[in-house]
C-alpha cells in the first residue's frame, strides 16, 4: 500500500501572511493524521517563510505518524534535524528567490558534502531520503550516498502540457524508479501531484510513498484538512488494489 505524506507548509503559509498564530500547522497536522496521513511532511526553510522553529519542536512532539523534515545541506539544518531527532529528513535544494522548489539536488557536483551529510543524519538515528530530478546520473551518484531513499521530483511531468510531454515526464520517471528499486533503495515521490494527476505516479512499480502539499491544502480550503486528506488517501487506495488486480 503506497504511504501518502502530507505536506503543511502552505497552511504556515497563510498563518505567516498576517503574521498570526492561525492557522496553526500543529493542529491541522492531527487532522490530517485523522484523515489517514502516514507522514507529515515540513520544510524549515532558511529564511523560515512559512515553518517555524516552533513547528517543528511542536511538531516531534505531537505527530504520531511519521514527521518528514524538507532541509537544506546546511551545518544549521543539519543541528536542528539532529536535535529534534526526527523520523525522516529529505534533503532538498533551496534558493531564497524561488516560490517553491525548482528542481533536485546535484549530487554529482555535491557528492562529498551530501554524503557526509547523509551520515551525520543517519548517526542520529534519522532515515535519509534525497530529492531528485528523474536523472540517471545523479541517482546513480546518489546510490554511492548511502541514503535509504530517493524522492523523485514529479514537477515537470505535473506541468507538462501536452498528453505526449506527459507520458515522456511519465517514462523519465519509470526509468527512474527502475534503478532506483534495483539498487535496493525505497522509491517516493513528490512535487506537484494533485487529485487530477496522481494517478500514474502511484501506478509506477515499487512506488512506496508519495509527498503530496498544495493540492491537499487547497481542497481542504473547501472540505477541511481530515476531508481533503480523506480523498487522497481514497484515491490511492482505490488505484492500488485496482493496480494488484490488473
Given at each position: 500500500m503506497i504511504k501518502l505524506g502530507v505536506n503543511i507548509d502552505h497552511v504556515a503559509t497563510v498563518r505567516q501572511a498576517r503574521r498570526a498564530v492561525e492557522p496553526d500547522p500543529v493542529w491541522v497536522a492531527t487532522l490530517a493524521e485523522l484523515g489517514g496521513a502516514d507522514c507529515i511532511t515540513i520544510h524549515l526553510r532558511e529564511d523560515r517563510r512559512h515553518i517555524s522553529d516552533r513547528d517543528v519542536s511542536l511538531l516531534r512532539e505531537t505527530v504520531r505518524c511519521k514527521l518528514n523534515l524538507e532541509m537544506a545541506c546546511t551545518e544549521e539544518m543539519i543541528q536542528i534535524a539532529t536535535k529534534v531527532r526526527l523520523h525522516q529528513a529529505t534533503l532538498v535544494p533551496e534558493r531564497p528567490e524561488e516560490i517553491t522548489t525548482e528542481g533536485g539536488l546535484d549530487v554529482v557536483n555535491r557528492m562529498e558534502e551530501?554524503?557526509?551529510?547523509?551520515?551525520?543524519?543517519?548517526?542520529?538515528?534519522?532515515?535519509?531520503?534525497?530529492?531528485?530530478?528523474?536523472?540517471?546520473?545523479?541517482?546513480?551518484?546518489?546510490?554511492?550516498?548511502?541514503?535509504?531513499?530517493?524522492?523523485?521530483?514529479?514537477?515537470?511531468?505535473?506541468?507538462?502540457?501536452?498528453?505526449?510531454?506527459?507520458?515522456?515526464?511519465?517514462?523519465?520517471?519509470?526509468?527512474?524508479?527502475?534503478?532506483?528499486?534495483?539498487?535496493?533503495?525505497?522509491?517516493?515521490?513528490?512535487?506537484?501531484?494533485?487529485?487530477?494527476?496522481?494517478?500514474?505516479?502511484?501506478?509506477?512499480a515499487n512506488m512506496h510513498e508519495l509527498h503530496i502539499g498544495h493540492s491537499i491544502v487547497a481542497r481542504a480550503v473547501m472540505v477541511g484538512m481530515k476531508e481533503a486528506v480523506a480523498e487522497m488517501k481514497r484515491l490511492l487506495t482505490d488505484n492500488s488494489r485496482n493496480f494488484r488486480s490488473g
Amino acid at each position: 500500500m503506497i504511504k501518502l505524506g502530507v505536506n503543511i507548509d502552505h497552511v504556515a503559509t497563510v498563518r505567516q501572511a498576517r503574521r498570526a498564530v492561525e492557522p496553526d500547522p500543529v493542529w491541522v497536522a492531527t487532522l490530517a493524521e485523522l484523515g489517514g496521513a502516514d507522514c507529515i511532511t515540513i520544510h524549515l526553510r532558511e529564511d523560515r517563510r512559512h515553518i517555524s522553529d516552533r513547528d517543528v519542536s511542536l511538531l516531534r512532539e505531537t505527530v504520531r505518524c511519521k514527521l518528514n523534515l524538507e532541509m537544506a545541506c546546511t551545518e544549521e539544518m543539519i543541528q536542528i534535524a539532529t536535535k529534534v531527532r526526527l523520523h525522516q529528513a529529505t534533503l532538498v535544494p533551496e534558493r531564497p528567490e524561488e516560490i517553491t522548489t525548482e528542481g533536485g539536488l546535484d549530487v554529482v557536483n555535491r557528492m562529498e558534502e551530501i554524503t557526509n551529510t547523509v551520515k551525520r543524519l543517519q548517526d542520529a538515528g534519522i532515515y535519509v531520503s534525497l530529492f531528485l530530478d528523474p536523472d540517471p546520473k545523479q541517482i546513480e551518484a546518489s546510490i554511492n550516498t548511502g541514503c535509504e531513499a530517493i524522492e523523485l521530483h514529479t514537477g515537470c511531468y505535473a506541468t507538462a502540457q501536452t498528453e505526449k510531454e506527459r507520458n515522456s515526464e511519465l517514462c523519465r520517471l519509470q526509468t527512474a524508479g527502475k534503478i532506483i528499486h534495483d539498487a535496493n533503495i525505497r522509491l517516493h515521490a513528490g512535487h506537484g501531484l494533485s487529485y487530477n494527476n496522481v494517478l500514474p505516479v502511484a501506478s509506477i512499480a515499487n512506488m512506496h510513498e508519495l509527498h503530496i502539499g498544495h493540492s491537499i491544502v487547497a481542497r481542504a480550503v473547501m472540505v477541511g484538512m481530515k476531508e481533503a486528506v480523506a480523498e487522497m488517501k481514497r484515491l490511492l487506495t482505490d488505484n492500488s488494489r485496482n493496480f494488484r488486480s490488473g
